[in-house]
Nanobody
Framework: QVQLVESGGGLVQAGGSLRLSCAAS????????MGWFRQAPGKEREFLGS????????YYADSVKGRFTISKDNAKNTVYLQMNSLKPEDTALYYC???????????RGQGTQVTVSS
């Protein structure tokens, strides 16, 4: 089992920045990749990006490429999502997920709310 806990959400004005954190615990050695998702009310879940846990390769959805950056600190078992130039349409519940293989997302956290005011 892998446990994931997000933090860092909150209220920010449009154009501002936030950095979300996702702390992992449990069977971390089994993780292949970690990713970030978001879901706004009435909308489908949206994949934002991912990072290979034992490497450094990242992948981003086109919708956030250039504004959002994923990084990690293996020593702290933590993945980050740096979000810049935030827009009201970025308002959503953001959560991280862990995948044990390249095509699966096996665990997810409870999420942290991000609200961007205009």
């Amino acid at each position: 089992q892998v446990q994931l806990v997000e933090s860092g959400g909150g209220l920010v004005q449009a154009g501002g920045s936030l950095r979300l954190s996702c702390a992992a615990s449990g069977r971390i050695v089994s993780m292949y990749r970690m990713g970030w998702f978001r879901q706004a009310p009435g909308k489908e879940r949206e994949f934002l990006g991912s990072i290979i846990w034992s490497g450094s390769s990242t992948y981003y959805a086109d919708s956030v490429k250039g504004r959002f950056t994923i990084s990690k600190d293996n020593a702290k078992n933590t993945v980050y999502l740096q979000m810049n130039s935030l827009k009201p349409e970025d308002t959503a519940l953001y959560y991280c997920a862990a995948g044990l293989a390249s095509r699966t997302w096996d665990y997810r956290g409870q999420g942290t709310q991000v609200t961007v005011s205009s």
